[in-house]
């Protein structure tokens, strides 16, 4: 399909086709990255020697600077063209994987992990933005972003078994090398099925590099720090060093932008009431997703005794459910309108927390409506969302507002998971692994997974009142 086509918005999905094929390829990878290679993590250490500590830096690496240099990059490809960015991050992040073929040490594969999350940072926030490019209407965006979410969803949930698939024929490398083709595919469909950028779409303003480089370190501290602590614990000096460089920097970074001519993102614009709530939703969103992820993989281990596929199978009705709900989210919003939808799925997400915090405990059967509940919610509003940012902005800084979007849910549940783990901690007098094994222990930890269950919850609840509000404001 030529570009010259597409100058004209679609009216349909099958009409630019090649482009949403591009676009959820792009996603699917973003998702399976890093829960394809954790399969692997056992044979990477026999086969480079690798310590645990290195093995930590394998996955921490690349979630740190994907989910850190996402708003740096949403900037810089608003001003030097949202596709053109989009392609040149395809191709580094190919050259990245590939090289993973010439690893030899730890080190070298935590600097070809590096390489990849910058370059897959690249991609992310452009996939939501030139999704938004493609059409006027405001059903086919969100129809548009239902079915590029739902093939990355496919992807995390079969991310696994497909990694373990592979590792039984191929070496742990194939795993990364597999990105190859799939860029390249990706990079064909969007050269050819998205027209190319127009100057008078492009941010005009010069690039705050300066503002660029304090909020890249900001957010990946706050990561750093949330990760720091469920691991070291607040006892530990790292978390605090880590939790001082981040506020540090965001003091700095806010001075500067309030003196400086040109911003990396005018703050004016997230005063917006669509921005905003959407923003709120998001990091409700991520609260939430800590609270479940987090307590659920370890209730059903440690203290229910199942085994890592065991528990992998029973966090599946959350993925199964956000997959089966996307085709019906479109239908909801033009039935209820999103003033109506956003809150009913914040409502859902809210039940399933309560669900999980107070019943729990009891019976499985507990925990698989609390997953139904939530995973149903976050789709609705997840896409709610996605949509209200991205009407809500200038058209050149919507990947600015992809990547707040995206960053906005990162940081929210890295700080969700830093709760849970320290309220976890705090409550226990042994060690995690005597959990299930005294009924102490195994009482104060499923107390304390109520606690900060519960205190998420509010502060999710609070949010999403705080957006359902905001959302009916006018603009």
Known sequence: MSTEVLEVRATSLRAVWPAILGLSVVFLVEMLDNSVLNVALPTIARDLDASASDLQWITSGYSLLFGGLMIAFGAIADRFGTRRVMLVGLGLFALASLAVLAVRTPGELVGVRAAVGITAA?????????????????????????????????????????????????PWQTLLVMNVPIALLAIVCIRYGIPADKPEHRNPAPLDLPGALLGTATIILALWTATLAVEDGWKHPTPWLSAAGAVVCAVVFVAHERRTAHPIFDFALIRRPKVSASLAYQAGLGLGLAALSYSVTLQLQLVWGWSPAEAALGNLPQIVTMIAIG???????????????????????????????????????WIAVALVLA??????????????????????????????????????????????????????????????HSATITGSFE?????????????????????????SLPE
């Open 122 to 170: 690249m991609t992310a926030p452009g996939t939501m933005a030139l999704g938004f490019r493609l059409f006027d209407q405001d059903n086919l965006i969100m129809r548009a972003t239902a079915f590029i979410s739902t093939v990355g969803l496919v992807g995390l949930a079969a991310g696994p078994t497909l990694g373990g698939l592979v590792l039984s024929v191929l």
């Open 327 to 365: 085709p019906f989210v479109e239908k909801l919003v033009d039935k209820l309108g999103t003033h109506r939808a956003g809150p009913l799925g914040a409502t859902a997400v809210i039940a399933g927390l309560l669900v999980y915090a107070l019943l729990g405990r009891y019976h499985y059967a």
């Open 375 to 436: 995973s149903a919610g976050m789709r609705v509003v997840m896409i709610i969302a996605a949509v209200g940012v991205m009407r809500g902005l200038p058209e050149d800084q919507t990947s600015m507002g992809a990547a707040l979007t995206d960053t906005s849910q990162e940081v929210a549940t890295s700080v969700g998971m830093a709760v849970t783990g320290t309220i976890v901690a705090a409550s226990l007098t042994g060690a995690l692994t005597d959990i299930g």
């Open 447 to 471: 107390n304390a997974v109520t606690v900060a269950t519960l205190s998420l919850t509010a502060v999710c609840a609070a949010l999403a009142i705080w957006a359902a509000r905001r959302s």
